[in-house]
């Protein structure tokens, strides 16, 4: 995991980063036997912990950085913690349901799982999920896609396949669910959507490689397929889950 590059945007990620849809929430928290506690890994600014705290008596939520952990949202029940998805920090057999969002590419995946099985408790569940690409407009899509293969690809981290293989690919040694189809939207201006652009790692990677930035590289093109800067237009993300239960 780049802990540098998630330390320095941790306040613009908390920011331009797309929210979960309530209706996966509402999903999940049916799929373990109770709703007692459940853990979220690689928490990031807390917006999947943030989900799942009203259907929980508490939600632990874990990042390795910490700058991230600051710009999360506080809400009673949910407590933060500085510590990898692989650290043994909860007791066994205390939680319900664990989550990763857009997050366990990043993880050593044996090392979380073996601590997925020894802190759930009976009849508990898992869930990891990641989004790709988003979707505009065909003329928005083609530059958005010129950008993130052609221009800044080379300069993905290697485990970002997982992500465009939409975690079919990951090991997932559970008791596989499947779950249904899931969306986020958001209303942005164009300058909310550079925000979000700006988040990527690729970019900061090719930053600090080239000493110049890759978005200038698609600016006009992406200006003039946007439209005037203050049009709102709706943007989609397909969610893609591996889902399951341990027992």
Known sequence: MDREHYATIAGRYARFRP???????????????????ALDCGTGN??????????FQLVAA??????QVRHANRIDNVRYLVAGAESQI??????DLVVAAQAAHW????????????????????????Y??????PDVDRVIHHFYYDVVGPYWSERRRL???????MPFPFREL????????????????????????????????RASDPLEEILPDLRTAWGEPGLHRRIHWPLHLRVGTTA
């Open 19 to 37: 929210h979960y849809p309530a209706a996966l929430f509402a999903y999940l928290v049916r799929l373990p036997r109770q709703r007692i506690r």
């Open 46 to 55: 807390g917006q999947a912990a943030s989900g799942l705290a009203p259907y």
């Open 62 to 67: 874990c990042d390795p950085v910490l700058t």
């Open 90 to 95: 909860f007791r066994a057999g205390t939680i």
């Open 107 to 130: 993880f050593h995946l044996e090392r979380f799982y073996r601590v997925i099985e020894q802190v759930s408790t009976s009849g508990a569940a898992v869930a990891l999920w990641c």
């Open 132 to 137: 790709g690409l988003l979707t505009v407009s």
């Open 163 to 169: 992500v465009d293989d939409g975690y079919s690919t």
């Open 178 to 209: 499947e779950p249904p189809e899931f969306c986020m939207e958001e209303t942005w201006q164009f300058s909310e959507l550079i925000g979000y652009l700006e988040t990527w790692s690729a970019v900061r990677n090719f930053r600090d490689r």
